[in-house]
């Protein structure tokens, strides 16, 4: 994933990643890309020295000469504690010779700037300007689990949110192609490279969902149908889930917001699936989902048109309030196993391994 970004070779710290440049490296697409990485609170560009009192002094003198401050304070961390100053002395050594040489006040607790010395084992670093990352845990330290992804709005943003917590995610998208355009798909699949830069190698599964809805109008009054159709997709989902050793569902889902988004109906869905079903997006409200939206910069690509093959054979008014005994009594008539194995066999799967180098912001 670091190819082209100038990087020259990775080091663990104790508590830190050093990062290494080439001469040539391009510091704005490095940090743009950084900025994508889960695991990161944040970052900094750093200098590193020689590990002396003097070197260091030297390098903190030059980097406040660079800037205009009126208060300033240094933040020494001591990794290595043969150093021959403890932090403080040094933060007392090199502030005096700051502030000597800039006529700044240290200021402790509100320093307009920090200059963070951060000692270790055979090196000292050195920084100013500390950049708030993505926060969150590294992708894959937290198993996998399976999201339905719509091309709409809110589950893009669930996915988001569920892989900030170190989740790797399988993407599994269902289409009514060819009685719906294609546009959900192609949708999906740009919203599913988009999220890739998050995660190394990412899975897309594509299954064709008509039969089964077909299947499910003929025997299903139009209020109930979006719910029988929710029942498949879990079943499928969790097919995929288990083939892929993923240990939960993931679903954009939201308490209220659509009808089909009751609590009675959340039950029905939740009762044909053994996973659990994770719906990050619960108790959010529709806006914060759209800034959310526009913050990860899915929201323009969820609002290109398509159609939606969830009210595809669904006139008038969805139930709110689904009583489980009716559906069970619709899906008798279906055979079930058939249609899920049907939809499995059908599923087109594609690897989506994004390109820093396709990086632009
Ligand atoms: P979204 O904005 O994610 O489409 P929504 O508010 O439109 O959500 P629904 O359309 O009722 O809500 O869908 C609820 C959830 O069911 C979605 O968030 C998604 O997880 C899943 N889902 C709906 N349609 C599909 C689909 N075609 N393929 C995969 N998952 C779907
Ligand atoms: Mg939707």
Same mark, same amino acid.
């Given at each position: 994933?670091?190819?082209?970004?100038?990087?020259?070779?990775?080091?663990?710290?104790?508590?830190?990643?050093?990062?290494?440049?080439?001469?040539?490296?391009?510091?704005?697409?490095?940090?743009?890309?950084?900025?994508?990485?889960?695991?990161?609170?944040?970052?900094?560009?750093?200098?590193?020295?020689?590990?002396?009192?003097?070197?260091?002094?030297?390098?903190?003198?030059?980097?406040?000469?660079?800037?205009?401050?009126?208060?300033?304070?240094?933040?020494?961390?001591?990794?290595?504690?043969?150093?021959?100053?403890?932090?403080?002395?040094?933060?007392? $050594?090199?502030?005096?010779?700051?502030?000597?040489?800039?006529? #700044?006040?240290?200021?402790?607790?509100?320093?307009?700037?920090?200059?963070?010395?951060?000692?270790?084992?055979?090196?000292?670093?050195?920084?100013?300007?500390?950049?708030?990352?993505?926060?969150?845990?590294?992708?894959?330290?937290?198993?996998?689990?399976?999201?339905?992804?719509?091309?709409?709005?809110?589950?893009?943003?669930?996915?988001?949110?569920?892989?900030?917590?170190?989740?790797?995610?399988?993407?599994? $998208?269902? $289409?009514?192609?060819?009685?719906?355009?294609?546009?959900?798909?192609?949708?999906?699949?740009?919203?599913?490279?988009?999220?890739?830069?998050?995660?190394?190698?990412?899975?897309?599964?594509?299954?064709?969902?008509? *039969?089964?809805?077909?299947?499910?109008?003929?025997?299903?009054?139009?209020?109930?149908?979006?719910?029988?159709?929710?029942?498949?997709?879990?079943?499928?989902?969790?097919?995929?889930?288990?083939?892929?050793?993923?240990?939960?569902?993931?679903?954009?889902?939201?308490?209220?917001?659509?009808?089909?988004?009751?609590?009675?109906?959340?039950? #029905?869905?939740? *009762?044909?699936?053994?996973?659990?079903?994770?719906?990050?997006?619960?108790?959010?409200?529709?806006?914060?989902?759209?800034?959310?939206?526009?913050?990860?910069?899915?929201?323009?690509?969820?609002?290109?048109?398509?159609?939606?093959?969830?009210?595809?054979?669904?006139?008038?008014?969805? *139930?709110?309030?689904?009583?489980?005994?009716?559906?069970?009594?619709?899906?008798?008539?279906?055979?079930? *196993?058939?249609?899920?194995?049907?939809?499995?066999?059908?599923?087109?799967?594609?690897?989506?391994?994004?390109?820093?180098?396709?990086?632009?912001?």
């Amino acid at each position: 994933a670091s190819d082209g970004l100038g990087i020259e070779e990775v080091r663990l710290l104790r508590g830190r990643i050093l990062i290494l440049l080439h001469p040539d490296c391009q510091p704005d697409k490095l940090v743009a890309v950084l900025k994508t990485v889960f695991g990161i609170a944040y970052f900094a560009p750093a200098y590193r020295v020689q590990q002396t009192p003097q070197a260091i002094a030297e390098k903190a003198l030059a980097l406040a000469k660079q800037r205009s401050f009126a208060s300033f304070r240094i933040a020494t961390r001591r990794a290595n504690k043969s150093f021959p100053m403890n932090s403080v002395e040094l933060n007392t $050594h090199v502030g005096e010779l700051v502030r000597q040489a800039t006529g #700044a006040r240290v200021d402790l607790k509100k320093a307009e700037l920090t200059i963070a010395i951060e000692i270790f084992d055979s090196e000292a670093l050195l920084y100013c300007d500390k950049i708030i990352g993505a926060g969150g845990l590294p992708v894959g330290v937290s198993n996998t689990a399976v999201v339905l992804l719509s091309s709409g709005i809110d589950s893009p943003v669930a996915a988001y949110k569920i892989m900030r917590r170190g989740v790797s995610l399988v993407f599994v $998208h269902f $289409h009514s192609v060819p009685m719906t355009s294609a546009a959900s798909v192609e949708n999906t699949k740009k919203l599913v490279a988009h999220l890739s830069r998050h995660q190394k190698k990412v899975k897309l599964i594509v299954v064709p969902f008509l *039969e089964t809805q077909q299947h499910i109008t003929s025997v299903t009054p139009p209020s109930y149908r979006v719910l029988l159709y929710r029942r498949m997709m879990m079943r499928i989902a969790e097919k995929f889930a288990f083939k892929n050793k993923a240990k939960a569902l993931v679903t954009g889902e939201n308490v209220g917001q659509v009808a089909s988004q009751t609590l009675p109906n959340m039950l #029905a869905i939740n *009762e044909v699936v053994s996973l659990p079903v994770l719906r990050p997006l619960a108790g959010d409200d529709k806006q914060d989902i759209i800034a959310f939206a526009e913050k990860i910069g899915t929201f323009p690509i969820s609002i290109q048109p398509y159609d939606d093959c969830c009210s595809l054979f669904v006139p008038g008014n969805p *139930e709110t309030s689904a009583k489980l005994d009716r559906i069970v009594d619709y899906e008798k008539n279906l055979d079930i *196993e058939q249609l899920v194995s049907k939809a499995v066999a059908g599923a087109e799967t594609m690897i989506y391994a994004h390109d820093r180098k396709d990086d632009t912001e």
